[in-house]
């Protein structure tokens, strides 16, 4: 799997003139060189000093290699990576860049080379038994494509296939998160809409298909962003502004990082590994950033084999030869591990067993064909206005985007940054039959076809994961089937016409809205319900009298989020629905647990009075049921001493002899998973929070020096670092911190490291 994608600059001439490395107050670099050659070997530098075992470690799990450092846990993962071949879709798409691209990273990966030359690995790699590798371009890609990796429908899929075993088809449409009671569009801005639901007959072949792969079975890896245009604004310059959610890690998924050359001057949240600023960012004229969109861009298909010969598959009446290999995993403390590779002309076999008759592969758009996603790296430095970017991404398709910018011109816009496959919209819902042809891909949706809204009359845009569009405006093409609810956004929208002229010192109040709009329909049915014991009453009496708000000294809030989970296991519980998920049927590693997912469907259920996944119970008693739970809970604990962030680097959870540095306490925090100020819980890790807002951002478009920003932890990957967690405690109240942009400012107020030419040598000032 460690093959080479193309020629690794090696250790002399690296950069052509001397490259300056500042280091601002909160150690985020600042790289300045001449040429934009020059620029990506001091980013490939300097990202190396900061983070070469997490982007090697990215690398690393793409190649299905992780084994190789933490043990047989790993081979799960490996066996997927080593399936859906993502080394060998990186090598690809390294082999098919452009000139310039090819050229970027090639750079970067010079970079990264010349800091390994001349320098000891990092603590991790002691851990892993283990050593750094030379970096190649290929690797690049490798690494963006990880943190993208499988997001999005395909687990929604699983999750549904999974079901059911043990839900009615009737209610297998009933699984899907909350939409508030009607969808909040992105486009066009601040529409309503009803989703659409597949029927009984829709289903009917993915069912029947389903079931055969059952039968043959062994056994039964979010967002806000805003911009405000310049009318709705106290300078007259558009506000762009946001938080990315990722699970909570240590290094955190973003490197604050600042480039700047003879083309161009951008600053930005890169990732470790990826040159260049893929998700946000801005130069002198342009500012952008992302969430994720929700397009569909995997599909399951059931294969049925030729039980007598299983490398044979049907398709269109014809059987076809299924491409089989077999490859050893590494295992660190074991023997290798072999890995089975089937492939059909939908995908790779990724649960079942052809030599049953039937199994499942996947075909998604991540791997499927040749992505000219780093082609568009370059070009985006480069824009100078919204239009210009929106144009430089065509082509972009690793994972989607809700790309959302803003520019020195006055303009915002929103554009979905993606590959959308063209197929029938059932094909949304589960797993599809994959040998009557029913349900294959026509090509993609066309880049010009795509979403977008520019300059929209209300003067703002918001997208927080909530539903795009209902089709493709121009063509009607299917885009989704599931998204996150629409409560983020209705309320960012609330807050922004709430403040009428808003200045960017405003956005940080609404990175920290700590609403609820859940918690009012929780109360509402709790005004029917009447628990038996004293303590129980005591626990509805103070969900009843609180303000809704998921604020850090809310003890009223503890009390909610602990009687919504505990509901959710309850219903769980009687649908069967978590026996299901504990059967472990269809799932891949990082599998969908059937009471987080129902914590997320419970609004919906509660708001239609829907019996269906009861038991036969009312919601009245379930409700009681719930309180009687926990009842014997503290009803004066704060939420913030309950909701911890928790900060865990990979490797403590799998080796035990990890130092417990690599992973630090977190701080309290408010919010949830529903709220502005995200904060996620999961069933598997109680009320501590997990996952949400890794970085948080305000660009003042035009007065570059007013910009701010934050990370979860900081900026270094080096536990013994003062920067590795130096920004925790800013985060957790939603502070920014500022952004420099100014190289004048930065050259008088940092400590300056000069790469030179020739053997990167180097003096420090």
């Known amino acids: 799997m460690n093959q080479p994608g193309g020629n690794v600059l090696h250790q002399q001439g690296w950069v052509e003139r001397p490259v300056r490395l500042y280091r601002d107050e909160w150690g985020i670099p600042h790289v300045r060189a001449q040429s934009v050659h020059d620029v990506f070997v001091g980013q490939g530098y300097a990202h190396a000093m900061d983070r070469l075992w997490q982007m090697d470690a990215s690398r690393k799990q793409m190649e299905g290699r992780w084994a190789e450092w933490v043990g047989a846990a790993a081979l799960p993962a490996d066996r997927l990576a080593r399936r859906v071949r993502a080394a060998a879709a990186s090598i690809r798409d390294y082999q098919a860049l452009g000139a310039d691209a090819r050229a970027m990273v090639d750079a970067y990966a010079a970079g990264v080379n010349a800091y390994l030359s001349s320098h000891p690995a990092p603590p991790e790699y002691e851990l892993v038994a283990s050593a750094p590798e030379p970096w190649e371009g290929w690797h690049c890609i490798a690494a963006m494509r990880h943190r993208g990796y499988l997001m999005g429908s395909l687990w929604f899929k699983l999750w549904r296939a999974a079901a059911l075993g043990a839900v009615s088809a009737d209610d297998l449409v009933k699984l899907r998160y909350d939409d508030c009671g009607a969808d909040r569009l992105c486009i066009p801005p601040g529409t309503d809409a009803s989703r659409w639901i597949a029927s009984l007959a829709d289903l009917r072949e993915p069912i029947r298909a389903l079931s055969l792969l059952a039968a043959s079975a062994d056994v039964d890896g979010g967002s806000n962003n805003w911009a405000l245009a310049p009318g709705r604004t106290t300078t007259g310059r558009p506000i762009l502004a946001g938080d990315p959610h990722r699970a909570f890690e240590l290094p955190g998924m973003y490197a604050q990082m600042h480039l700047g050359c003879d083309q161009f001057d951008v600053i930005g949240l890169a990732i470790p590994g990826v040159p260049a600023f893929p998700h946000f960012a801005h130069n002198d004229q342009v500012a952008w950033c992302v969430t994720h969109a929700f397009a569909d861009i995997h599909d399951l298909y059931v294969e049925q084999f030729d039980r007598a010969e299983p490398s044979r598959y049907r398709h269109r009446g014809d059987w076809l030869a299924a491409t089989t290999a077999v490859e050893d995993i590494k295992v660190r403390g074991a023997a290798p591990a072999p890995v089975e590779i089937v492939e059909t002309i939908h995908g790779p076999v990724v649960a079942g067993n052809p030599a049953h008759g039937f199994a499942l592969t996947l075909k998604s758009v991540q791997f499927f064909d040749l992505d000219r996603s780093f082609d568009c790296l370059l070009p985006m430095l480069r824009a100078s206005s919204v239009d210009s970017l929106f144009q430089a991404v065509r082509g972009w398709g690793l994972i989607d985007h809700n790309l959302v910018a803003a520019d020195t011109g006055g303009h915002i ?353």
């Open 413 to 765: 816009g929103h554009l979905v940054r993606a590959a959308v496959p063209r197929r029938p919209a059932v094909n949304g819902w589960l797993p599809v039959p994959g040998w009557t042809g029913e349900y294959e891909w026509d090509g993609v949706i066309a880049a010009g076809q795509l979403p977008r809204t520019d300059d929209p009359a209300r003067g703002y845009i918001v997208t927080a994961n909530n539903r795009v569009v209902t089709a493709i405006p121009e063509t009607g093409d299917y885009f989704c089937t599931d998204a996150h609810p629409p409560y983020r956004a209705r309320r960012i929208e609330q807050l922004i016409d709430e403040l009428g002229p808003a200045s960017p010192q405003d956005m940080p109040g609404i990175h920290r809205d700590d609403l609820s709009a859940p918690a009012q329909l929780f109360q509402a049915a709790l005004a029917d319900v009447a628990p038996a014991s004293a303590a129980a009453r005591a626990i509805r009496e103070v969900v009843m009298g609180w303000d809704g708000r998921m604020s850090p000294g809310s003890a009223a809030a503890a009390c909610y989020s602990r009687l919504r989970w505990a509901l959710a296991r309850i219903v769980g519980r009687r649908s069967g629905l978590a026996a299901a998920g504990r059967a472990g049927r269809l799932q891949l590693p990082g599998g969908v647990s059937a009471v987080s997912h129902l914590w997320w469907v419970l609004p919906a259920l509660l708001r239609s009075g829907d019996l269906a996944l009861t038991g036969g119970r009312t919601w009245a008693e379930l409700l009681a049921e719930a309180l009687e739970e926990v009842a014997g809970e503290p009803r004066d604990v704060p939420w913030g001493q309950l909701h911890t962030a928790t900060l865990t680097h990979p490797l403590t959870p799998l080796l035990p002899g990890a130092p417990a540095g690599l992973s630090p306490a977190g701080a309290g925090v408010g919010g949830d998973n529903e709220t502005v100020w995200a904060t996620g819980c999961r069933a598997e890790s109680g009320t501590a929070a997990v996952y949400g807002a890794v970085a948080r951002y305000v660009f003042d478009v035009g007065n570059w020096d007013d910009c701010t920003w934050v990370v979860v932890g900081g900026a270094s990957g080096d536990p013994a670092s003062p920067h590795y967690a130096d920004q925790h405690q800013a985060w957790s109240s939603c502070a920014l911190i500022p952004m420099l942009y100014d190289w004048d400012v930065i050259a008088a107020t940092s400590p300056e490291l000069i790469l030179q030419p020739g053997g990167m040598r180097y003096a420090q000032n």
